[in-house]
């Protein structure tokens, strides 16, 4: 009989402390959910409240969980320059799962997505509009990584400057030119424009130097001049050889090419120079004049006849 009345008495405080918690603890925290902003569009309540909040919180920190991992899944066998390429494509794919998650997140705490929408067409257009250009680089850095056009220490002509490419983002591309300036390209250039790249096959580049001399000259001593001084120089490959070409008959002198191959097409302003130097001084001791251009001017006079 005592036993019985002493379950009871316990059964009747645990209902009570049940009830308290139930009443107080998890009522407190279900009003501290429910704070907000309560208002009307039309006739749709909306609210955005603790909870809405918090549950979006939630989202982004499993969201950004579950991609961290996706990411370094698929890096894992990749190397430096393509995980490099892959986390700047991954960035953009990142922002747009953030906004789908907020987008389901809202729509699953019960808020009306669409009504948000609508209200917001008209921001979301001269956003649009505001931001095109933004969206075409980013486009563009896209096609870069994945079509591999462009990597970092290609060297690259661009609106008449020459540069190489030490950095490439979603938006942007980075080259320094031969000046030692840093040269910002907005990535759609490279989709729109025409772009030289000078390595996008190989890092051997054909160049050449171009040299008149004076008609009577030695073709042949001149020839054997040009391989010499570009077979001496250093940056000229051994292979393939230097050639020389008898370009053309020009007005005041033969025209002669003398070209050969570099690795490095960054500083054939530097080797273009070199040789010429070699030229010049080579055709002096050989007596082979440049000539410069020379026009005759002819004076006639006339007899006027006294009146």
């Known amino acids: 009989m005592i036993q019985d009345?002493?379950?009871?008495?316990?059964k009747e405080s645990a209902e009570k402390v049940k009830d308290v918690l139930e009443e107080n603890i998890w009522g407190t925290i279900q009003d501290f959910l429910e704070l907000g902003i309560h208002f009307k569009t039309g006739n749709t309540p909306i609210d955005f409240t603790v909870g809405h909040l918090l549950l979006v919180v939630l989202s982004f920190i499993v969201a950004t969980a579950?991609?961290?991992?996706?990411?370094?899944?698929?890096?894992?066998?990749?190397?430096?320059?393509?995980e490099l390429k892959f986390k700047s494509i991954f960035k953009f794919i990142r922002y747009i799962v953030y906004v789908i998650v907020v987008v389901i997140t809202l729509s699953a705490s019960g808020i009306d997505v669409t009504v948000l929408l609508t209200a917001s067409a008209a921001l979301f257009v001269g956003l649009g509009l505001a931001l095109q250009d933004l969206f075409t680089d980013i486009i563009?850095?896209?096609?870069?990584?994945?079509?591999?056009?462009?990597?970092?220490?290609?060297?690259?002509?661009?609106?008449?400057?020459?540069?190489?490419?030490?950095?490439?983002?979603?938006?942007?591309?980075?080259?320094?030119?031969?000046?030692?300036?840093?040269?910002?390209?907005?990535n759609h250039h490279f989709i729109s424009d025409i772009v030289y790249n000078y390595t996008q096959n190989h890092r051997t580049t054909r160049e050449t130097v171009?040299?008149?001399v004076a008609y009577g000259s030695?073709?042949?001593?001149?020839?054997?001049?040009?391989?010499?001084?570009?077979?001496?120089q250093n940056g000229v490959l051994k292979t393939p050889k230097p050639?020389?070409?008898?370009?053309?008959?020009g007005d005041s002198a033969l025209m002669f090419g003398v070209y050969f191959f570099i690795n490095d097409s960054f500083s054939d302003p530097r080797i273009k120079s070199e040789i010429r130097f070699r030229i010049d001084q080579e055709f002096r001791k050989?007596?082979?004049?440049i000539p410069f251009p020379q026009r005759d001017v002819h004076f006639y006079r006339t007899n006027s006849s006294d009146s």
């Open 66 to 82: 579950a991609l961290r991992l996706i990411r370094s899944l698929i890096t894992r066998k990749m190397d430096l320059e393509n």
């Open 218 to 232: 030695d073709t042949n001593l001149v020839r054997k001049i040009l391989l010499e001084c570009a077979g001496q």
């Open 243 to 249: 050639t020389v070409l008898f370009e053309d008959f």
């Open 210 to 212: 171009k040299v008149g």
């Open 5 to 10: 009345e002493v379950k009871e008495t316990v």
């Open 286 to 289: 050989n007596n082979i004049t």
């Open 140 to 186: 563009g850095g896209i096609f870069i990584m994945i079509d591999k056009s462009l990597s970092v220490g290609d060297v690259v002509e661009i609106d008449g400057k020459v540069g190489r490419i030490f950095e490439i983002k979603l938006r942007t591309t980075r080259a320094l030119t031969r000046d030692d300036k840093v040269i910002i390209v907005p």
